[in-house]
């Protein structure tokens, strides 16, 4: 939409002949649909100065640009909730899905789809795409379209090794992720959680050395929150039991990526896993340019505002209920 001042208005600063030029050239390109250098042989100007006379236009308020959703895309497209989340959370960009994880018994298909092809318009071909385990980046897996995208290398972010069968999907994320984005797939053959000795031990061992380092180096992250509750998928594997979760949230943990605590504010606690821990730190998590978080689910509200408030994502994929609490807290 381009409109004009009335005659005389203080809006005018500049001459009436500076004014006719921007409004000439914002409409040639606005409302013509013509490019910057058409405008500028219409105007007998060069290809910068077109570009200045349309920079200038909008400054001067003289263009007003305004977005419409269509009707029948309303309720599946949430652009306004996705600017305000990146506004307030300082995020490159936020995605917002209609589908509640609640409402569909903890999938999360619909979240894991929209991640899947946030990774692949995002991801370069020399890029390492770490990965914590858990069923928010099995979806994303899952979903990811084979021939769109390719990545360097899949790294493991967390260790996974448990003393009961628990499914993390460590493997399918490696090998589906690796198929999908032709990338060589480096694991974390680890435990999350040891003693404190036997992690200084295995942190010393060449290939767990080496795989933790590829992951703290990734340009491109994926992961998951896990609440400080029995709600965690850390409690339900059992590589944690309530007495440590307690102890936990007696110290203001809020949440936790790849086993690593943190709390209200997105700073580590000072817990008894600390030392015992074999993931990729939080801070190397706060490091990486392309962070993306995706969260869903009423129990995981809690721990997506302390990560978001922390700086440990730089995108956000989330449903719309989670979206809108999240945008409801100060």
């Given at each position: 939409?381009?409109?004009?001042?009335?005659?005389?208005?203080?809006?005018?600063?500049?001459?009436?002949?500076?004014?006719?030029?921007?409004?000439?050239?914002?409409?040639?390109?606005?409302?013509?649909?013509?490019?910057?250098?058409?405008?500028?042989?219409?105007?007998?100007?060069?290809?910068?100065?077109?570009?200045?006379?349309?920079?200038?236009?909008?400054?001067?308020?003289?263009?007003?640009?305004?977005?419409?959703?269509?009707?029948?895309?309303?309720?599946?497209?949430?652009?306004?909730?996705?600017?305000?989340?990146?506004?307030k959370f300082g995020l490159i960009e936020a995605v917002v899905v209609t589908d509640n994880v609640d409402s569909f018994e903890g999938s999360f298909t619909s979240v894991g789809r929209a991640a899947a092809a946030l990774v692949a318009r995002r991801i370069k071909p020399k890029d390492t795409l770490g990965f914590t385990w858990g069923p928010e980046t099995v979806a994303v897996a899952q979903a990811l379209p084979p021939n769109t995208a390719t990545a360097k290398e899949i790294v493991q972010l967390d260790g996974s090794m448990s003393a009961i069968n628990y499914q993390t999907g460590v493997e399918y994320i490696l090998g589906r992720c690796g198929t999908q984005l032709k990338a060589a797939t480096v694991r974390l053959p680890a435990p999350l959680y040891a003693?404190?000795?036997?992690?200084?031990?295995?942190?010393?061992?060449?290939?767990?050395?080496?795989?933790?380092?590829?992951?703290?180096?990734?340009?491109?992250?994926?992961?998951?929150?896990?609440?400080?509750?029995?709600?965690?998928?850390?409690?339900?594997?059992?590589?944690?039991?309530?007495?440590?979760?307690?102890?936990?949230?007696?110290?203001?943990?809020?949440?936790?990526?790849?086993?690593?605590?943190?709390?209200?504010?997105?700073?580590?606690?000072?817990?008894?896993?600390?030392?015992?821990?074999?993931s990729v730190g939080l801070d190397q998590v706060r490091a990486c340019p392309n962070s993306i978080l995706i969260t869903g689910g009423t129990t995981k509200h809690e721990a997506a505002l302390g990560a978001l408030r922390g700086g440990l994502a730089k995108m956000l994929v989330s449903d719309i209920e989670c979206a809108q609490w999240l945008l409801n807290q100060r």
């Open positions: 939409m381009v409109t004009s001042h009335a005659p005389g208005s203080p809006d005018q600063a500049s001459s009436s002949e500076d004014l006719r030029v921007c409004l000439r050239a914002a409409t040639l390109y606005y409302l013509d649909g013509l490019t910057q250098a058409d405008v500028a042989a219409r105007l007998g100007v060069s290809r910068p100065t077109a570009g200045r006379l349309v920079a200038r236009a909008r400054s001067e308020g003289l263009v007003s640009i305004e977005v419409h959703v269509p009707k029948h895309l309303r309720e599946d497209l949430h652009s306004e909730e996705e600017r305000a989340l990146e506004e003693d404190a000795p036997t992690v200084t031990a295995m942190k010393a061992d060449s290939v767990i050395s080496a795989a933790l380092k590829k992951g703290s180096e990734a340009n491109m992250m994926i992961f998951g929150v896990g609440a400080a509750s029995t709600a965690t998928t850390l409690f339900e594997g059992s590589y944690i039991d309530s007495d440590t979760i307690g102890i936990l949230t007696g110290l203001g943990a809020a949440g936790e990526i790849g086993g690593q605590f943190y709390d209200q504010d997105g700073v580590a606690v000072d817990g008894p896993l600390n030392d015992r821990t074999l």
